[in-house]
């Protein structure tokens, strides 16, 4: 009888140890994934243009930063330290000038030490003006990024021309 105990428990460890080595997330895919949603909640399609669907947005936007969050722009277009909702109204307010648009990024580096964490990629920016007008915009972005709450949020970005650093 205790052999069997003994044997349940080192199975259930074994099973539990197994489980966290191969199928718990690192903090840099955590990062990733984070990005990934970020990415996709800053589009704008057809389907996601109505007002409910951006007033939805903004709320969701609002939780990838902190509050406050420094935000540097190249072009001074935001530049200063602001509110996670202040930061949400301003990409739905962009997001007004195109019919479609797209965020995607590349070549991430990220470097992690709990609770804080840089990533740095090149963000691509394409999209197409309500006048029908093409967009396709190539920076340099770096992020410092806090967890709070067990989820990671940006709390500052900084956006360069490449070349500018």
Excluded at 55 to 81: E, H
Aim: proline share 1%; with cysteine; net charge positive.
């Amino acid at each position: 009888m205790v052999k069997k105990l003994i044997i349940a428990v080192i199975l259930i460890v074994a099973a539990a140890a197994v489980y966290f080595v191969f199928f718990s997330e690192s903090e840099e895919q955590k990062i990733r994934k984070m990005l990934n949603g970020l990415c996709m909640d800053c589009a704008k399609n057809k389907e996601s243009s109505s007002a409910a669907a951006l007033i939805v947005k903004t709320n969701v936007l609002k939780s990838y930063f902190t509050d406050p969050c420094t935000l540097s722009v190249y072009r001074g277009f935001l530049q200063g330290t602001f509110n996670d909702v202040r930061i949400a109204n301003e990409i739905m307010r962009v997001n007004l000038f195109f019919r479609e648009s797209d965020l995607s990024y590349s070549d991430l580096i990220v470097t992690v030490n709990v609770p804080e964490a840089t990533a740095s990629f090149t963000g691509r920016f394409q999209a197409v003006l309500k006048s029908g007008e093409r967009v396709d915009e190539v920076r340099e972005v770096d992020l410092k990024l806090r967890k709070v709450e067990k989820k990671w949020k940006i709390t500052s970005a900084e956006v360069h021309k490449i070349l500018q650093r």
